[in-house]
């Protein structure tokens, strides 16, 4: 099997790569930056997106675990003192894939020129370069409403306990394909009206936003910000990529959710 281990960078995070590098070579595995089979995240939730993002042309070919280094990870779930039974439980092992729903985003532009696609493990927003953000939202084609706020957030379900979730969106289970639009700050008056409400979208059905005046916008897919000019349009869809994740032992999705955010311990 090929490895590939990232670290966050902290000298406690590089100390535990050179460890896990080090272990992992003693029952022969090989090192392989390139074309890993498996990759090990040590740091934060931060750096497993970095991971996701470096391979995310290989994603059918490699899965990811990772080791938090600091607060409690959403993704990452081992912990220091645990190197040596993780170590032992890629190499002797065989680890259960769990897959989880990503986002595609295609930003196309007014005149021509090559459409820019995206993967996003988390989350990607849409804002204005200039004041406030005046979007038509259409779904399946239809145009659903005319938005003018803060900004728009469109999460994954494994997302929608990021970003998402301080917008007031929904928790959604990795297990539902799905999407979610959640508003910032949308602008309700008898003049203006949004529906003012997260919206779950299924996987066969299809975003778009497209601008009503300004053509310039930043757009973060995950921790990623571009500026992008002269837009004509940004397509939300659940990718037809999945993440992979390797899973050496049992960690349901709502007790991580209840261990990041509801219990004392961690």
Request: with cysteine; glycine share 8%; hydrophobic share 40%.
């Amino acid at each position: 099997m090929r490895f590939s281990v990232l670290s966050k960078g902290d000298s406690t995070s590089n100390a535990l790569m050179q460890r896990i590098i080090t272990y992992l070579q003693d029952f022969e595995l090989i090192y392989d930056e390139e074309e890993p089979d498996i990759v090990i995240s040590v740091g934060g939730d931060g750096t497993l997106l970095y991971a996701f993002h470096r391979y995310s042309s290989r994603l059918d070919k490699v899965a990811f675990v990772g080791v938090h280094t600091g607060h409690l990870g959403f993704y990452a779930d081992w912990l220091p003192d645990e190197i040596e039974k993780l170590v032992i439980a890629i190499a002797k092992t065989p680890y259960q894939v769990v897959e989880y729903p990503l986002l595609e985003v295609i930003i196309r532009y007014r005149h021509g020129g090559k459409e820019t696609k995206y993967l996003g493990m988390n989350e990607s927003t849409v804002k204005s370069t200039v004041g406030t953000l005046v979007m038509d939202v259409e779904i399946r084609g239809e145009h659903f409403e005319r938005f003018r706020g803060d900004g728009l957030c469109v999460s994954t379900p494994s997302g929608s306990t990021a970003y998402n979730k301080a917008l007031g969106g929904a928790i959604i289970h990795p297990a539902i394909h799905a999407i979610q639009l959640a508003e910032m700050a949308s602008i309700n008056n008898r003049v203006f009206r949004t529906v003012g409400s997260p919206l779950i979208l299924p996987a066969h059905h299809t975003l778009m936003l497209k601008p009503v005046y300004v053509h310039d916008f930043n757009v973060t897919i995950d921790h990623l910000s571009v500026m992008h000019r002269d837009v004509k349009s940004i397509q939300f869809r659940v990718a037809d990529e999945k993440v992979r994740f390797a899973r050496f032992r049992p960690f349901p999705f709502w007790k991580r959710v209840h261990d990041s955010f509801i219990s004392d311990e961690g």
